[in-house]
């Protein structure tokens, strides 16, 4: 595997995301383990825009609590109650949450003091049952949009195909 994290700054965000989504497929083909792919999946999203965090928070108890994942990015909270901040209102929800400005979310868990926005996209597994979020937080406001949000939910989307 010869494969490096491309540096998508810079590129318009579209164009970005057809290369991340084809870097991806490229790295993981064949690969399908969920920890080997979260994992992968966080590190060329991270890297690829320099985000402040990145990574995904497992669902270890239905309906009730969610546990880090792998990520990339300082130490993030290790548990998470559904309904709980951005992450536990998108898994409560088991939809994707776009916030542009951290201090305006009520209920907003701060893990580094430096994230100002952040988008969570539910995770569903092949049986069609919330298996993970992804979240990604940014030290900018106002990063994330539509168009990431599109592009996320179609980059999890490869953890329902089994
Ligand atoms: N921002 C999240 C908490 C997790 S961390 O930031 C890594 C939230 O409010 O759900």
């Known amino acids: 595997m010869a494969e490096t994290t491309p540096d998508l700054r810079g ?9 991340l989504e ?3 497929e490229a790295v993981l083909a064949g690969v ?9 999946v ?7 825009f320099g985000h402040l965090w990145t990574g995904f928070y497992r669902v270890a108890e239905p309906g009730k609590r969610l546990l880090v994942g792998p990520y990339q990015g300082t130490l993030g909270c290790l548990e998470i109650t559904f309904g709980g901040g951005v992450c536990g209102t998108a898994a409560a929800e088991a939809r994707s949450v776009v916030v542009p400005d951290v201090d305006a979310f009520p209920g907003h868990i701060t893990c580094d003091a430096r994230a100002r926005s952040e988008i969570v996209v ?5 049986a069609g049952a919330l298996i993970a979020v992804l979240d990604i937080d940014s030290e900018e406001a106002g990063t994330f949009d539509d168009e990431d949000r599109e592009a996320l939910e179609r980059i999890v989307q490869r953890f329902a195909r089994r």
């Open 11 to 19: 590129l318009p965000k579209h164009r970005a995301y057809v290369e």
């Open 42 to 48: 966080s590190a060329l999203i991270h890297h690829g």
């Open 122 to 126: 539910p995770v569903t597994g092949p």
């Open 22 to 24: 084809a870097n991806i």
């Open 32 to 40: 399908r383990d969920e920890i080997a792919e979260m994992a992968t």
